[in-house]
């Protein structure tokens, strides 16, 4: 009986391991099965998120100065208006952003502490003595514009427009607008100072303001608005008309080639990164077309172009010479659509601007050369051109610098200013050695310039990891990272190029490296 028993207990327990192992078995797939659905592809990951209502695009409340200061200090908002740190960046960052759908969020996880690792780097990079040289006190013509110690009655306009605040600025700056500090910061030799305490203000208002104003710029080959704020900022706005992803078309030309907002948005972060600090700052919005800029605009030009797709999307598409025909328009997702908004300089009244023919610059047209000023012409894919000085960012790759602006009151001795940089970005898979004419021909770069470069190529500050942190700052870095992988990759290796450049200059010539940090010491004054 002992026996028998013995047996049924052993049995019993054999066939409830077995029951146990197999039920772990089944669930063991089931629980690992995704529940949401397939990864969707990414443009509808953007369509989604696009439709999901932006926090970030509705009106702010009035500025309060209690808030502004704490943003003056390194800190931004997030797009719930919570004041975000460097440091909350960083955590965020590296939680894997935690409020992306799930699709982004795995895709994500890796960059996510790319990101988190560069946002250091960016930081360290910052740091670094060649970031913080002294640099001397800023002589009084050396300032683009002065305010103007009391303003006349009769001069002061005591109507208010409508949808815009009442101005009560003096000649304290703490009265003025992130807009008008910015423009009163102009000077010389770089459009903002280094570790600009206004840089966080400019460009949360420019992505969460109000608009109130919303009209078409004239000139130039694309569609672009210039928009206005309730305090009487304006920004130039363009809109996103390719994924991230795409390639500029190889057989359009240059000036054939669409707009990108988001190389507007990058040229500003990697133009900082350089630490030229040339180029105005510039930041993503998600703009809702309907609200923000048909309900707005008295622009008969923009608003008769509206229009509704066969999908349900808002479009519109302006007048211009390029791309502004309904083949070409530019939709809302139905209406929320990527934009950039740069800041808007002073305007040419108070601050005219010269422009410079660039000795470097391409033909505009498909059958003739452009007519070389001193510099050799070669073949460019079938139709010569003149090599083009293009920028100083040879790694921008942007063959749109036909001309160059600089401020009138400066004369020849100023810094050049980096605008329209929507046509940069255009290709990572292909580099484009012309772009190097200048250097080539020239061999002759200052000594900053070349000390941070080489900085940039070390893998503790590697250029494509800080300008993927940098970016991770703008608002529309929540739709999608606003350069692809391939383009950071494409600048780590255009950094190498430049530099290898110069190596060979080095070899050649004798008088290569211009330095300039020796009249930097002579200038600088024991206490600057
Ligand atoms: N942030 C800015 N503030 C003030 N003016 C600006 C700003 N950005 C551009 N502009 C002015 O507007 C003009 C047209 O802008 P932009 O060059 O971006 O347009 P575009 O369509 O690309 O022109 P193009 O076809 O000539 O390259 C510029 O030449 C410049 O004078
Ligand atoms: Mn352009």
Not at 322 to 335: D, F, I, K, L, M
Request: charged share 25%; aromatic share 8%.
């Amino acid at each position: 009986m002992r026996s028998r028993s013995r047996t049924i207990c052993l049995s019993l327990a054999f066939i409830t391991v077995f029951l146990y192992l197999l039920l772990a078995l089944v669930s063991l797939p089931i629980h690992h099965q995704p529940c949401d659905p397939p990864l969707p592809p990414r443009t509808h990951v953007l369509r989604d998120l696009a439709r999901a209502d932006h926090a970030s695009v509705g009106p702010s409340g009035p500025t309060d100065p209690a808030h502004r200061d704490s943003s003056s200090k390194g800190a931004n908002k997030d797009a719930k208006g919570r004041v975000r740190t460097l440091s909350d960046g960083l955590s965020s960052a590296s939680q894997g952003k935690m409020n992306m759908p799930g699709g982004v969020r795995r895709h994500g996880t890796d960059r996510a502490e790319s990101v988190a690792s560069g946002l250091s780097k960016l930081e360290a990079l910052f740091d670094h003595p060649l970031y913080n040289m002294p640099s001397p006190p800023i002589p009084e013509e050396d300032w683009l514009l002065k305010v103007k110690p009391k303003i006349k009655a009769s001069e002061k306009s005591s109507q208010i427009k409508e949808g815009y605040e009442d101005v009560r600025w003096n000649s304290s700056s703490t009265s003025h607008p992130p807009w008008l500090r910015f423009h009163l910061g102009i000077s010389r030799w770089q459009l903002y100072p280094r570790r600009d305490p206004n840089m966080d203000p400019l460009t949360e208002q420019l992505a969460t303001q109000r608009i109130v104003s919303a009209v078409q710029k004239s000139g130039g080959t694309q569609l672009k608005l210039v928009m206005s704020f309730p305090n009487y900022g304006q920004a130039m706005f363009k809109p996103m008309k390719q994924e991230r992803d795409e390639e500029t078309n190889y057989n359009l030309y240059y000036f054939s080639d669409f707009e990108r907002h988001n190389a507007e948005i990058a040229a500003f972060h990697l133009d900082r990164i350089l630490g030229y600090r040339r180029i105005p700052p510039a930041v993503g919005r998600l703009v809702d077309v309907v609200e923000e800029i048909k309900r707005v605009t008295t622009d008969r030009k923009v608003a008769r172009t509206f229009f509704t797709s066969p999908v349900g999307n808002v479009c519109f598409y302006g007048q211009c010479s390029y791309y502004c025909s309904t083949e070409h328009a530019v939709c809302g997702r139905p209406r929320k659509l990527e934009a950039s908004l740069a800041v808007m300089l002073p305007d040419l009244s108070l601050a005219s601007r010269r422009s410079w023919r660039s000795p470097w610059r391409r033909s505009y047209s498909r059958s003739k050369l452009a007519k070389s000023v001193g510099v050799s012409v070669f073949s460019y894919r079938g139709t010569s051109v003149s090599q083009n000085l293009q920028k100083k960012h040879p790694n921008v790759c942007n063959m749109d610098r036909h001309h160059y602006e600089t401020f009138e009151k400066f004369g020849n001795n100023t810094f050049l200013l980096h605008l329209d940089n929507g046509r940069a970005f255009g290709r990572h898979s292909k580099d484009e050695p012309s772009i190097l004419a200048p250097l080539e021909q020239c061999c002759r770069i200052r000594r900053t310039t070349w000390l941070r470069l080489r900085l940039l190529s070390l893998p503790q500050f590697r250029l494509s990891d800080v300008m993927r942190a940098s970016l991770s700052h703008d608002p529309l870095h929540s739709v999608a990272p606003l350069l692809s992988e391939p383009h950071l990759a494409a600048l780590d290796r255009r950094l190498k190029t430049v530099l290898e450049t110069v190596s060979r200059c080095e070899k050649r010539d004798d008088d290569v490296i211009f330095d300039d940090m020796a009249s930097l010491k002579d200038t600088v004054t024991p206490a600057g």
